[in-house]
């Protein structure tokens, strides 16, 4: 016999587990993720980028000196280990025409 009362009483541990890992373990986990996309890019001497995390995605901000600093700057992000997606928001410097 089904009996909805008791299956409410046992998903409210499982509801309360999961607000816990959301607010504990993922804040966490972007901060690692933060530290080892920002240890990419400086050993790929990118120190122009700044990048934020959210969950497993990265974006880069600043402003590039070229296009080939962008392209090496997003590869560099996205090979940091738990990176997902790499996106940018990303100025790119143009040289003064004479």
């Known amino acids: 016999m089904c009996r909805p009362l008791q299956w409410v009483w046992g998903l409210i541990p499982v509801a309360l587990l999961a607000v816990m890992a959301y607010f504990f373990v993922v804040p966490q986990f972007e901060l690692e993720l933060d530290l080892r996309a920002d240890e990419a890019l400086s050993e790929a001497g990118q120190a122009w980028a700044r990048i934020t995390v959210e969950g497993r995605d990265v974006t880069l901000h600043g402003t590039a000196p070229s296009e080939q600093a962008l392209a090496e ?26």
């Open 73 to 98: 700057a997003l590869k560099a992000a996205a090979s940091a280990d738990g990176v997902r997606h790499v996106d940018h928001d990303v100025i790119i410097r143009v040289a003064p025409a004479n």
